[in-house]
Structure formats: C-alpha cells, structure tokens
C-alpha cells in the first residue's frame, strides 16, 4: 500500500512538473542587444579601412521589448558607455516602436535627419520560409525563419512559441511566437535578446509614442528619402535601407 502511494505522488509530482513547464508566456519584459559590424559598415573606404585598429568591431546598444495583451513596445535600454571613434551616436537607438498585433498597426517614433516623424502604417507584410534549424536564445527554444523586406533584403529570424505574442525587436513580427532574435547581413546587423523577465509592464507603458512630431507612413517617408538622397549614390540607398528597417 505504501508503495502505491509513494508511486502515486511520483506520478504527480512528474504530472505537476510537465504542465508548469508547458507553461506559456503572455507578458514581461526582453531585454536586447543591437549590433552593427563597424569592420564590414567601412569596407571601400579606404580611408577608415586604415583606422580599423582604432574603431572596435562592433557598435554595441541595448533595448528593451515590453509585452502585454497583443501589443509591444520596443524602447532605448541602458546607454553603452563604448563611444566609436570617428563616428556619430547611432541615433536610431532612440526610436520607440509600439505594435498592436491583433489591430495589425505600428506607430514607430524616428528621427530622420533633423526632424522626429511619427510613422504610423500596418504592420509590415512579410512572407516567412520556415525552416528546421533550432536555436538556444535567453533559455528559450527558437524555430529559425527567413523573410525578404524592402524587394531585396533577407531578415534572419529565430522565434519561440513559449511566449505567445507574436511580436519581436523593431517592427518585425507576425511569427507564431514572440521573436527573440534578428540578423540582417546587408545591414551588418543582429539583435538578440539577452534575458525575459515575467514582469508585468505597468499600465500605459505599453502606448503609441507621444510628443512632437511630423506624421508619416512608410511609403511616404521611402518617397522623401529618395528625393533627398538620389545623388548620395550607394551611401543614400544604403541609408534609405537602414532608415526603413
């Protein structure tokens, strides 16, 4: 009898055991880090090709992805405190994009030479291959996925269906589970998270972008970007493509 019992409470601990781990996530906090390869951005230039041993390899930045009901909001992180000589602060790292994946709408606050645009569009259309490759990121399990955005540009995705909102860093989203990593080699970029937090985002954190700006939309913005740049050659189109990712 009182190996019955024992086996029985074995069992249920094993039962108790798979359904927490079968678990899944609606809300927290992801934390990301941003790269750039500053080595492959200043290949031809001969002139910051010589000044390699003095830039580092990477442009490093950190952001953090808020999730909740269907929506995300994708904010600045801590500030690195590595400056990369013979260049600008990236000033996209403060762009703040808010999703609301059910509604199918973003609103992205950017900077874009001196002015602040409010971009305000659906969510961007992207038709994902699925693929069989597998990849530990923060804990998780992530499916690997492979998208073209902008006619021509490959976005390497890794998303994990334990959390459920399909959101992801900048705008991209719409796999079946929140993505948790992005590499674009045109762009010599990645940005992978680091760390999920099951933290419930205080109420209003999660909110269309606010203060004063010029409203846009995608095509629109794509429209003056190549008005203004036509004659800035691979550098403008270059530029239009990290402006529009």
């Known amino acids: 009898m009182m190996n019955k019992i024992i086996l029985l409470i074995f069992v249920l601990i094993i039962s108790l055991s798979g359904i927490a781990q079968s678990q899944f996530i609606s809300s927290g906090k992801?934390?990301?880090?941003?790269k750039v390869n500053i080595h492959k951005?200043?290949?031809g230039d001969s002139w910051l090709e010589n000044l390699k041993d003095k830039i580092p390899k990477y442009r490093t930045t950190f952001h953090l992805l808020y999730f909740a009901e269907g929506k995300t909001l994708f904010e600045k992180?801590?500030?690195s405190d590595i400056k990369i000589p013979f260049f600008d602060d990236d000033l996209s790292s403060d762009d703040i994009i808010y999703t609301d994946i059910k509604q199918g709408i973003f609103c992205k606050k950017q900077a874009v030479f001196d002015e602040t645009f409010l971009i305000s569009d659906s969510?961007?259309?992207i038709k994902w291959q699925m693929t069989n490759e597998l990849r530990d990121i923060a804990g998780f399990e992530c499916h690997k996925a492979v998208g073209i955005i902008l006619d021509s540009v490959y976005v390497i995705a890794y998303y994990t269906d334990q959390i459920t909102v399909e959101g992801g860093p900048l705008s991209y989203c719409k796999l079946p589970g929140m993505i948790l990593g992005i590499a674009i080699p045109r762009a010599n970029m990645s940005i992978f998270a680091t760390k999920v937090e099951?933290?419930?985002?205080?109420?209003?954190?999660?909110?269309?972008p606010k203060g004063k700006m010029k409203n846009t939309n995608y095509k629109d913005l794509n429209s003056?970007?190549?008005a203004a740049l036509k004659r800035w050659g691979s550098y403008g189109r270059k530029y239009i493509i990290?402006?529009?990712?």
């Open 77 to 79: 992180g801590e500030e």
């Open 224 to 226: 003056t970007l190549q």
């Open 41 to 43: 951005e200043i290949e």
């Open 30 to 34: 992801i934390t990301f880090e941003k």
């Open 198 to 208: 099951l933290t419930e985002p205080k109420a209003g954190k999660i909110s269309i």
């Open 123 to 125: 969510i961007r259309n």
């Open 242 to 245: 990290n402006s529009l990712l």
